[in-house]
């Protein structure tokens, strides 16, 4: 009777006190200590009826787990997930006739569907995991064998990819929560064995965000290639960390889909039409009397938030506020190989079921070309690109910029003023206005269409020679004794005339 009242549940144990006149408030360590108590110190017929009758609703004779196995026999289609090793060859201790209780189906647990995996049929029911010592590292067994129908159907499906069959036989594992549905949850240090050989699980995504830790993708486990595909016991051993938190564990046999197949289903049964999707757009954009702000137009960008290309297939999520859609092909793609399911235009969840394709914009695409990547939804339902306006504005800037003419300096008619004169001679020095016209010549040249090209890289021996060529030498003896020139930074006179 003890072991049985260790293996109630807090309702369980709530029962058998009030049926014996007992206080049921507390916690469960509260009730568990309150009932074995009572057992010890009030033994009595109509007590152990209670405890059997609730034992008996707990576990059924029905069920074929080896934790309501009783000495008359019952056939066993499943074992019980033990983490004793010598608990499965040793046999299950009796106290009085009855076995000692072991963990056992939690039927109230439900795991999430998945879009990519159609369940056939269940070989394992979602069953706890229990630590049956203070160790951090457990193990805990299960059996099950599979019927010469479910082998056959393994063995004939169709291969996804090499070594990889349509029909798989996976292992599941979540939280023990009866509250909702269940996302598969890995237990830490997670291993699984399948008939003495280590399956593959999952490993951890790297973050590439800095002060993020690496995320695990949990997903179903799949243990097909280790199995016994005929009516041998095959044997799962599940390795895992025990800190505090209660998970479940579960084997399906499943179909699995492709990207493709999901979007094939998709095409087939969730499109929107386009003229409902003009009344949802006319929705957003009726006008408000109680805004201050009327709304005339939303835009709409035809490239994926995704891969930044242009829309093959729109798609959007049915829950969301906003039009803006993504591919649906590389949002697929992408959820088959890490399984997110969320909107990656607003980040809120996305599930399949929740997908359809946005008809109207898919019209759009087809009439518009390429280089457009943006159009506006109008208050009538009507839209226009966005690539015109821009166009436009570019023209009005265009237009809008004065034109000023192109003017050749070295023309004296084209702006009024005449070819620049120097007023000193190349030689620095004043003389006479043959000296002067002297030194100009050797500087400046005529250019053919009348203006005057000044040479301003003459250096000083080269003006001297110039200079020298029209003068005697007592002005070459002058000169010597009068101070050099101003020379500039890059060696020319200063008091030079820049020519218009």
């Known amino acids: 009777m003890k072991n049985m009242v260790k293996s109630f549940r807090v309702s369980d144990l709530q029962t058998l006190l009030a049926s014996m006149g007992r206080s049921k408030s507390g916690l469960k360590q509260d009730l ?46 499943y074992s019980s997930l033990s983490s004793s090793p010598t608990a499965t060859s040793q046999g299950a201790d009796y106290l009085n006739g009855i076995s000692k209780p072991i963990p056992t189906p939690a039927p109230e647990v439900k795991l999430v569907p998945l879009p990519f995996y159609q369940t056939l049929e269940t070989l394992l029911p979602p069953t706890e995991l229990i630590a049956h010592n203070n160790e ?28 990889i069959r349509s029909i798989q036989v996976v292992l599941r594992i979540c939280y023990t929560d009866s509250i909702g549905v269940q996302e598969d949850q890995y237990p830490p240090n997670i291993a699984v064995k399948v008939n003495q050989s280590y399956c593959h699980v999952p490993g951890y995504y790297p973050s590439n965000k800095p002060g993020v830790e690496p995320r695990r993708p949990c997903r179903p486990v799949n243990i097909t ?22 998970y479940s564990v579960a084997v399906y046999l499943v179909r699995v889909f492709t990207a493709a197949d999901l979007f094939s289903q998709l095409k087939l049964c969730s499109v929107e039409s386009a003229e409902r999707c003009r ?23 035809l490239i994926c938030p995704l891969v930044k290309m242009r829309l093959g297939v729109p798609c959007r999520v049915l829950t969301c506020a906003h039009l803006q859609c993504f591919d649906a092909v590389f949002f697929l793609q992408m959820n088959e190989k890490k399984p997110t399911w ?3 235009v607003c980040d809120k969840p996305a599930p399949f079921e929740l997908l359809t394709i946005d008809g109207l914009l898919s019209e759009i695409l087809k009439e518009t070309s390429e280089d457009i990547e943006e159009i ?14 821009k166009e436009r504005d570019r023209e009005r800037e265009r237009s809008n910029t004065p034109e000023y003419p192109v003017v050749d300096i070295c023309i004296p008619e084209a702006n009024g003023h005449s070819p620049a004169h120097s007023s000193t001679s190349l030689t620095g020095k004043s003389g006479s206005s043959s000296s002067g016209m ?4 050797g500087g400046a040249a005529v250019a053919p269409g009348g203006g005057a090209v000044v040479d301003l890289t003459l250096d000083s021996s080269s003006e001297e020679e110039g200079g020298g060529a029209g003068g005697d030498s007592e002005d070459t003896e002058d000169s010597a004794d009068s101070p050099a020139p101003k ?8 008091d030079l005339v820049t020519a218009y």
Do not use: M
């Open 32 to 77: 568990v200590g309150r009932a074995l108590r009572l057992v010890q110190t009030e033994y009595s017929p109509e007590l152990l009826k209670n405890v059997r009758q609730l034992y008996e609703s707990r576990f059924p004779k029905t069920s074929g787990w080896l934790a309501a196995r009783r000495p008359e026999g019952i056939s066993v289609a």
């Open 136 to 163: 951090k590292l457990q193990d805990s067994q299960c059996i099950f064998e599979l019927t010469p129908n479910q082998a056959d159907q393994i063995r004939n499906a169709s291969e996804l990819r090499p070594g």
């Open 225 to 246: 290639p280790w199995l016994h595909l005929s009516n041998a016991t095959n044997r799962v051993t599940i390795t895992w960390g025990n800190f505090g938190k209660r």
């Open 279 to 301: 009344e949802r757009i006319q929705d957003k954009l009726r006008f408000d009397p109680e805004s201050e702000i009327a709304t005339t137009g939303l835009r709409v960008s």
């Open 342 to 344: 969320t909107c990656p």
């Open 376 to 389: 506006e939804y109008l208050t009538d339902g009507s839209w226009r690109p966005i690539r015109d306006e």
């Open 438 to 441: 002297a030194g100009v010549t």
């Open 487 to 494: 020379r500039g930074r890059y060696n020319y006179d200063k």
